[in-house]
């Protein structure tokens, strides 16, 4: 993984500022959080066929959750060099396919997390993915304007899909899947033929860039968000537009139908989500709770549930019926053990139970590195006095240290029988003690 940010900032939290008291016992009621380090941040949701499994796009990989109990420990496929900006099910679930930052496609065994091809001839971003309804090939839309189509199982791209005048952040396959539709940030809409790649409409009225776009379950018609705020409706086959929504206060981020397709759900970076009436197109409800922008919205395969992901790092599963949150996940967090400030205060190492050792800016809260090869909870983290060294204590009963500048590992220490619980370093930096069980 490159390094990355994985900062979120409390939404109650001022600027960073210098501490001016001492906490006390008399204080502590008036502290406020500064900062929150967190694993990741959140780019899209795709849940599968069956509904079991919800697979969350991020910055750090792709997370695998339970879908009925969002709270247990998730899975974390790993292997894209950048952010994972796309991930969508294949139709049967048994593969996944996500787009990055790191200009490639790949396509995931989600049974086993094995990486089963890579599409590496982008010479853009792929910022957004989608499988075909039969599973036998794959859309992407990249940073270039270009739509791409690939044979899902040899790799071999299919056709070039050209005609946008920026970026394409949107692809969505019809339900017949003969057809193509694409957003772009050249305000637009485009409809493609998928087998000749002929486009075939232009859907213009958006006054500035489309961000979404899905189609009805019945494939007549076709929905796109946009960062003019509004949800605009459109009659596929003619082009003619049947609705403009408005009622969001920023810009709309994503869309889903139902799968009755009686309603459509709308996010927006005014970091709520709306339920509209297909039918008549009413506004039948706001739901709020997130404190930043939410990114994806998506129904539950059986029709009852929502859920969404948001800048403020949480995903938020809501029952329909009552418009309530049903599960809040936070930050993207297993628990940290192991906390130390470098010796300069610049920095700041964690440990946690996921196995990893990471390094902060103490100032901004940004991941600087993320160190692995443990393989079990990290117990213990501690700088070397000068800063240039880390030590890590792990219940795989291994001390590792490691290069704190580079990420690279100097040692791996083995003699421990059983699970490292603490480690230290004397005070000149010539020699590390360890506590084990």
Do not use: C
């Not at 792709?62 to 796309?86: C, K, M, Q």
């Not at 006095?385 to 240290?401: I, Q, Y």
Request: charged share 20%; proline share 3%; no cysteine.
């Amino acid at each position: 993984m490159g390094w990355r940010s994985a900062f979120t900032r409390s939404s109650s939290a001022p600027e960073l500022r210098a501490q001016t008291e001492p906490i006390t016992a008399d204080n502590v009621a008036r502290m406020t959080e500064l900062l929150r380090f967190g694993r990741g941040t959140i780019e899209q949701t795709a849940y599968a066929p069956d509904g079991r499994t919800l697979a969350v796009a991020s910055s750090i990989g792709i997370w695998l959750y339970n879908a009925d109990n969002l709270n247990a420990e998730p899975r974390l496929i790993e292997g894209h060099t950048g952010f994972v900006t796309s991930v969508a099910w294949s139709p049967d679930g048994t593969r996944l396919a996500s787009g990055s930052d790191d200009n490639t496609v790949r396509v995931w065994d989600a049974a086993s997390a094995d990486e089963l091809i890579v599409f590496e001839r982008h010479m853009r971003e792929a910022l957004s993915v989608a499988w075909s309804p039969d599973g036998l090939r794959l859309a992407s839309g990249l940073n270039n304007g270009t739509v791409w189509v690939w044979d899902a199982a040899s790799g071999n791209q299919l056709s070039v899909l050209a005609g946008h005048t920026d970026r394409v952040t949107s692809v969505a396959w019809s339900p017949d899947g003969l057809r193509l539709a694409s957003g772009s940030d050249d305000g637009t809409v485009r409809v493609w033929d998928a087998s000749s790649g002929d486009q075939l409409a232009v859907f213009e009225g958006h006054t500035d860039r489309v961000t979404s776009v899905a189609w009805s379950p019945d494939g007549l018609r076709l929905a796109s968000g946009s960062s003019d705020r509004a949800v605009r409706v459109w009659d596929a086959a003619s082009g003619a537009q049947l609705a403009v929504l408005h009622g969001h206060t920023f810009g709309v981020s994503s869309l889903s139908w139902s799968s009755d397709g009686l309603q459509l759900a709308s996010a927006s970076d005014d970091s709520t989500i709306r339920l509209w009436d297909t039918t008549n197109w009413d506004e039948l409800a706001i739901l709020r709770g997130h404190t930043f922008g939410v990114k994806s919205v998506l129904w539950s395969p059986d029709g009852l549930r929502l859920v969404s992901a948001s800048d403020d790092s949480t995903i938020r599963l809501w029952d329909v019926a009552s418009r309530e949150p049903l599960a809040v996940v936070e930050g993207h967090m297993r628990g940290v053990w192991s906390v130390a400030w470098s010796p300069d205060g610049l920095r700041l190492a964690s440990g946690s139970w996921d196995g990893t050792v990471r390094v902060w800016d103490a100032a901004s809260g940004d991941e600087l590195a993320i160190l692995r090869g443990h393989t079990r909870e990290v117990s213990s983290v501690v700088w070397s006095p000068n800063g240039l060294r880390l030590a890590s204590g792990s219940w795989d009963d291994t001390v590792w240290m490691w290069d704190a500048a580079s990420g690279d590992q100097l040692a791996l220490l083995r003699e421990h029988e059983d699970q490292v619980n603490s480690v230290a370093w004397s005070p000149d930096g010539t020699r590390l003690a360890s506590v084990s069980d």
